[in-house]
Structure formats: structure tokens, C-alpha cells
């Protein structure tokens, strides 16, 4: 199967001499397309460096990093730049909506601070994408936490970037609403075999995925394939115990 993204003998260290960390430790990994990957571990376990490495946010201290095809490694800020706008989509936990603008001028911010203009057909699409139609005029503050996170998605999609990376998407959500933005994540795999990578500590939201991905320390400790929140969870369980 052909990988969107591979990450091979990354190292990530913050800070020098005696008080230098090292988030990622000789981390490979490869992450299928049309595939959904839960990224887990403990606090500090670097399960965010190595999103933001794999992004293109953060560069590693060495290895390499491939995505869509592209070598990040010796990428100019500029062309690092374009391929983020152009091939990856991002999906935080805060919503990151400017709140004067309505949900479709907020899906087309990134087409206008590019400077093209925005395809109303395909703001329109990846609103309806994310059950939005008819909201596409409502403004934030018009709009469930749910449906916010939703804008937020239909705007990292609307260039059909070739992978999306999700930070805690459904941390600032109720039960409900995390079920319902995981459920559009799930079909957005299923039915269109979009690549998303989400970092997550609930077990519920990683069962929502292929993959589950696991970390300690830097390093990759183990994964589970079609996991349940049960596994999830007693796996997660034994990394604290270990790292207590």
C-alpha cells in the first residue's frame, strides 16, 4: 500500500548540555493512504513532536521525512510553506475560527492569505462534507462547539490535501460532539480514503481509528490494529504504570 507519509530514523532533542530532551529517538514509521492513525502515550511520551515533525511544523535534528511524495529535509521555509498549504491540512483542538467571518469566509481564509480566489463550489462541498448545509453564512458564535470543529475541518479539506494531521480535535468538545466530528473523520476515510493522523489521549476517539500508534519516551513501544477503546485504554494503562 502506498504511504502518504514516512518518517525514517527521525531524532528531535530540545535544549542543550545537561538539560537537553529528546522528544523523538530514531522514531521510523510509515502511515498508509486512505488510512486513519491514532498517535498515544503518556505526557511527554513526544507523541506532538513527532505530528509537528511529520507536518512539516517542527524539522528534525536529522533522519528524513517524506509526504505526498516530498522530502521536507533541506525544504527552503518558502517551499515548506506551499506544501503545507497545498497537501496538508491541519485540525487543532482550539477551533481556531476568526469570529467575524461566516463558516464558508472562514473555509476560504487559507485560498485568500494565498491570494486566489476561493471556489465557492468547493467551500460549498466541503461544508456539506461535514453535514454544514445551509450553515454556510452562520458565524461562530451562531454555531454548536460541534459544528465549530466541523468549519475547522471543512476548511483543512478543501484543498483535498493528501493528508490531514488532527491535535486533540475533539479535546474542547462534549461526549456528543466528539462522537459526531470522529464520525465525520471515520467516513471522510471510508468514503474518500482521505489520510488522517490524530493525536489523542482518549481511548474512545482512538478507536475511531485503523491504527493506534504508541509511544514512551521518544520511542515506539507498540501499535494495535482495529482497536477498540477497551484495548486502547489497558494498553495506555501499562505505558503510565511503566513510566510512573
Known amino acids: 500500500m502506498d504511504e502518504t507519509v514516512r518518517l525514517r530514523c527521525v531524532r528531535r532533542t530540545y535544549g ?3 538539560g537537553a530532551v529528546t522528544a523523538l529517538d530514531d522514531v521510523t514509521i510509515g502511515f ?16 506532538s513532536s513527532l505530528l509537528q ?14 509526504v505526498a511524495g516530498v522530502e521536507l529535509t533541506g525544504l527552503s521555509e518558502k517551499r515548506l510553506t506551499l506544501l503545507r498549504r497545498e497537501s496538508i491540512g491541519f485540525v ?10 461566516t463558516a464558508a469566509q472562514n473555509v476560504a481564509l487559507p485560498a485568500r492569505l494565498a491570494g486566489r480566489r476561493p471556489d465557492r463550489a ?14 454556510e453564512r ?24 493528501a493528508v490531514v494531521f488532527a ?13 459526531d466530528v470522529l464520525a465525520k473523520l471515520r467516513d471522510l476515510v471510508d468514503t ?44 495506555m494503562t501499562r505505558l503510565e504504570l511503566a513510566a510512573c
Open 16 to 18: 542543550t548540555g545537561a
Open 32 to 47: 498508509a493512504a486512505g488510512t486513519f492513525t491514532a498517535i498515544m502515550g503518556p505526557s511527554g511520551s513526544g507523541k
Open 53 to 66: 515533525c511529520a507536518a512539516g511544523l517542527d524539522r528534525p535534528d536529522s533522519g528524513s521525512v517524506v
Open 92 to 101: 487543532f483542538q482550539t477551533f481556531n475560527l476568526l469570529p467575524m467571518l
Open 122 to 135: 468547493a467551500i460549498a462541498r466541503a461544508l456539506a462534507e461535514m453535514g454544514l448545509a445551509g450553515r
Open 138 to 161: 452562520h458565524r461562530p458564535s451562531e454555531l454548536s462547539g460541534g459544528q465549530q470543529q466541523r468549519v475547522a475541518i471543512a476548511r483543512a479539506l478543501v484543498t483535498r490535501p
Open 167 to 179: 491535535d486533540e480535535p475533539t479535546g474542547a468538545l462534549d461526549s456528543g460532539a466528539s462522537r
Open 192 to 235: 474518500q480514503r482521505q489520510t488522517i493522523i490524530m493525536v489523542t489521549h482518549d481511548p474512545v476517539a482512538a478507536a475511531h481509528a485503523d491504527r493506534v500508534v504508541f509511544l514512551a519516551d521518544g520511542r515506539l513501544v507498540g501499535e494495535l490494529t482495529a482497536p477498540t477503546a477497551e484495548t486502547v485504554a489497558a494498553r
